[in-house]
């Protein structure tokens, strides 16, 4: 099973009422604007660590994150903590639908599989995706610099948590407070280790990472060195549960060929119904009848639609698919929207207010909007260690980048 161990983390120093403007999102959810405000927000804000700007020379960007994070512990700005520790990680936030919500987890350093195990289980099918950015990144820094997020199918971990002692707290510009704290009784710690050791892992964020990890560490064994810390990645551990995971959808955009009509295109198997304006009232009412008839969202330059699928075309599309699969939106679209757009590009976003408005602006052709996946359906895949479609699950908040670094030496 899984091997999951404490250690010494790099922290920002000082009040934690200034860790607000030094922490960012996860490297992969952050835009262009995004970047230059955190940038402006402190000199020493992890958006410099995660997404490095070249200095005079094109390329060198990797070797200045690695440069600009030694001077940050030379300076003081950054220090690791003196012995091996696991930190409580804790999130409370209001859910779309308006209701208080946390999730509390665990931070740790996770050891990578060897060939041919499966102590950690994907969670998606996974997008092809250039890994070679974030891999020069680990080459060049040697630093975990955001964690990879991992659910256990193991009970009791929320509770070992309770008494962890807080280090640092912020509040993010989503409203969403966050809160590290530390666990150092050996008691704690080696329950903490026996409940994600008990039972398997499944990795619900961090996919292309935990794949860079495992290159990197390939790496270095092929070339006669020993991996070292490179031999595990920093990873949040949170139960699966309904109270502590707040599951939301990812919609699609499509940008297909010019005069592309979507909804004819799909009619013959979907039981395509308009819905109104594309307007925010109307977005939120399509949703409520996307989940109260199963149907798929679809937002065009016509306005809205409900696109309900016919049963038949349904279950011989996904008559291979286990059941927890083939409940999901994304299910459906793979087996019966993508083969009906075969010119089409798609792109992934979890707004759905967002992408309609993308539409009404003409950045995208159309959008097919989908329904959360439950917990439920969630550990039921995760049981049976089947991995759900691409692009479903989009786990929210995500843990702020800068709280604890991991250093692989």
């Not at 993010?172 to 666990?183: K, M, N, Q, S």
């Not at 990472?209 to 006669?224: C, I, P, V």
């Not at 989940?291 to 699928?309: N, Q, S, T």
């Given at each position: 099973?899984?091997?999951?161990?404490?250690?010494?983390?790099?922290?920002?120093?000082?009040?934690?009422?200034?860790?607000?403007?030094?922490?960012?999102?996860?490297?992969?959810?952050?835009?262009?604007?995004?970047?230059?405000?955190?940038?402006?927000?402190?000199?020493?804000?992890?958006?410099?660590?995660?997404?490095?700007?070249?200095?005079?020379?094109?390329?060198?960007?990797?070797?200045?994150?690695?440069?600009?994070?030694?001077?940050?512990?030379?300076?003081?700005?950054?220090?690791?903590?003196?012995?091996?520790?696991?930190?409580?990680?804790r999130?409370?936030?209001?859910?779309?639908?308006?209701?208080?919500?946390?999730?509390?987890?665990?931070?740790?350093?996770?050891?990578?599989?060897?060939?041919?195990?499966?102590?950690?289980?994907?969670?998606?099918?996974?997008?092809?995706?250039?890994?070679?950015?974030?891999l020069?990144?680990?080459?060049?820094?040697?630093?975990?610099?955001?964690?990879?997020?991992?659910?256990?199918?193991?009970s009791?971990?929320?509770?070992?948590?309770?008494?962890?002692?807080?280090?640092?707290?912020?509040v993010?510009?989503?409203?969403?407070?966050?809160?590290?704290?530390?666990?150092d009784?050996?008691g704690?710690?080696?329950?903490?280790?026996?409940?994600?050791?008990?039972?398997?892992?499944?990795?619900?964020?961090?996919?292309?990472?935990?794949?860079?990890?495992?290159?990197?560490?390939?790496?270095?064994?092929?070339?006669?060195?020993?991996?070292?810390?490179?031999?595990?990645?920093?990873?949040?551990?949170?139960?699966?549960?309904?109270?502590?995971?707040?599951?939301e959808?990812?919609?699609?955009?499509?940008?297909?060929?010019?005069?592309?009509?979507?909804?004819?295109?799909?009619?013959?198997?979907?039981?395509?119904?308009?819905?109104?304006?594309?307007?925010?009232?109307?977005?939120?009412?399509?949703?409520?009848?996307?989940?109260?008839?199963?149907?798929?969202?679809?937002?065009?330059?016509?306005?809205?639609?409900?696109?309900?699928?016919?049963?038949?075309?349904?279950?011989?599309a996904?008559?291979?698919?286990?059941?927890?699969?083939?409940?999901?939106?994304?299910?459906?679209?793979?087996?019966?929207?993508?083969?009906?757009?075969?010119?089409?590009?798609?792109?992934?976003?979890?707004?759905?207010?967002?992408?309609?408005?993308?539409?009404?602006?003409?950045?995208?052709?159309?959008?097919?909007?989908?329904?959360?996946?439950?917990?439920?359906?969630?550990?039921?895949?995760?049981?049976?260690?089947?991995?759900?479609?691409?692009?479903?699950?989009?786990?929210?908040?995500?843990?702020?980048?800068?709280?604890?670094?991991?250093?692989?030496?």
């Open positions: 099973m899984a091997d999951f161990s404490p250690f010494a983390g790099i922290r920002y120093q000082g009040a934690s009422t200034e860790l607000a403007a030094l922490v960012a999102p996860p490297y992969d959810v952050v835009d262009e604007d995004q970047r230059a405000a955190l940038e402006a927000a402190d000199e020493h804000n992890a958006v410099r660590l995660i997404l490095p700007r070249d200095a005079s020379v094109e390329g060198d960007r990797y070797a200045r994150a690695a440069d600009t994070f030694a001077e940050w512990r030379a300076s003081g700005v950054l220090a690791a903590d003196p012995a091996p520790r696991f930190y409580a990680y999130m409370e936030f209001t859910d779309p639908h308006g209701a208080r919500r946390h999730t509390r987890g665990v931070l740790g350093e996770l050891k990578l599989p060897e060939p041919g195990d499966d102590d950690v289980l994907p969670h998606e099918r996974t997008l092809p995706k250039a890994k070679s950015d974030r020069a990144l680990l080459r060049a820094m040697r630093v975990n610099v955001d964690p990879i997020w991992g659910l256990t199918l193991g009791g971990l929320t509770a070992l948590l309770e008494r962890a002692e807080p280090l640092a707290a912020c993010d510009p989503e409203g969403v407070r966050h809160e590290i704290a530390a666990v009784d050996p704690t710690i080696a329950a903490i280790r026996s409940v994600v050791g008990g039972a398997p892992l499944v990795l619900a964020d961090g996919h292309h990472r935990f794949e860079t990890a495992l290159n990197y560490r390939n790496e270095l064994r092929s070339a006669g060195i020993a991996p070292g810390g490179a031999d595990a990645i920093m990873t949040f551990v949170v139960e699966l549960a309904d109270d502590e995971l707040c599951i959808p990812i919609h699609r955009l499509i940008d297909a060929p010019s005069g592309t009509d979507v909804r004819a295109q799909i009619a013959d198997v979907f039981d395509v119904r308009d819905a109104g304006a594309n307007t925010p009232e109307g977005v939120d009412a399509l949703e409520a009848s996307m989940r109260a008839e199963h149907g798929l969202g679809l937002v065009d330059l016509r306005g809205l639609a409900l696109a309900v699928p016919n049963a038949d075309a349904r279950t011989a996904l008559a291979g698919e286990h059941p927890a699969v083939a409940a999901t939106d994304t299910a459906v679209i793979e087996a019966l929207v993508v083969p009906r757009l075969p010119d089409a590009t798609w792109q992934y976003r979890h707004d759905a207010q967002g992408v309609a408005a993308l539409v009404d602006k003409r950045v995208a052709t159309a959008a097919i909007l989908c329904s959360p996946v439950s917990v439920a359906l969630t550990r039921a895949a995760a049981v049976d260690r089947v991995r759900m479609p691409q692009k479903t699950t989009f786990f929210w908040p995500k843990p702020r980048t800068g709280m604890v670094f991991r250093t692989l030496d």
